[in-house]
């Protein structure tokens, strides 16, 4: 199977590159930089085909994908900047990326009738209340820019193509780019204490495991809506950052606060992150391992 991968840059990018190779697969990878310019740690992903692109260029997106013909896109890119994505000069460029692209990436691969993943986010929700989300609920309500243009992104995949997976992820880290754990540990090394918020629930994503499971998506006909993220149960942010501390061997201690007592960021945070995730197993995918052990192998992971 030959499967064109975009945002290869990034965390999941760098993963499915890598899990398409163990596999036997051609993985293509594509980023808007000139070259690779993710982590050169010798893998599949820094030997792979690359292509450079740019994914709001109709033009270029049609003619690469024209060009190569993939089985399969998994469509990684996006503007992940939560924060960033909110100031008044960037609200365009964000929606840019995250909806003009996805809806290039869904037209190109509607004209050589392949199948796509779109990578998507409980951002899309309003994060109330403390039951799980449903995959197939419809109840968008989203927060920030963010959630809004990742929601029409998903809204193009789903109008445009046939074909599609659209999978909502959580809380993710990954060896390529920063994340929670990366800060934790840096900022554990230099300081006593910490204040972490314990009222935003979820679960959090290890890219290595996910990239496995959208490759036997992409391997199958099971089309539709999921929700993914490691097993394990729901946790805070605080839990998090206690067993981070607890398997890394630091002394670090962590203070809960509620999100209002740590300070309001630029963009409103989900508080229930919770992701059902049954329909994995209902249409015969293997669930991702606990996020304990996935902390611990990512921890030797980075050494």
Known sequence: MKVFVTGVGGQLGHDVINELDKRGHIGIGSDIHETYSGIQDNSAVTKAQYVSLDITNEKDVMDTILSIKPDAII??????????????????????????????????????????????????????????????????????????????????ISSILDKYFIVRIAWVFGLNGNNFIKTMLNIGKKYETLRVVNDQIG?????????????????????????????????????????IFKQAGYETKVIPVTTKEYGLSKAARPFNSRLD???????????????QDALSRYLKEIG
């Open 75 to 156: 469509h990684c890119a996006a503007w992940t900047a939560v924060d960033l994505a909110e100031d008044d000069d960037k609200i365009e460029k964000v929606r840019l990326v995250n909806v003009k692209g996805t809806e290039n990436i869904a037209k190109a691969a509607k004209a050589v009738n392949c199948k796509c993943l779109y990578l998507s986010t409980d951002y899309v929700f309003d994060g109330q209340g403390d039951i799980p989300w449903d995959p197939d609920c419809k109840d968008y309500k989203p927060l920030n820019v963010y959630g809004q243009t990742k929601l029409e992104g998903e809204l193009k």
């Open 203 to 243: 679960t959090p994503t290890y890219t290595y495991d996910l990239a496995r499971l959208l490759v036997d998506m992409i391997e199958s006909e099971q089309y539709g809506y999921y929700h993914a993220t490691n097993e394990g149960g729901y946790i805070s942010w605080y839990d998090f950052a206690c067993e």
């Open 277 to 291: 995730k049954s329909k994995l197993v209902k249409n015969g995918f293997t669930p991702l391992p606990t996020w």
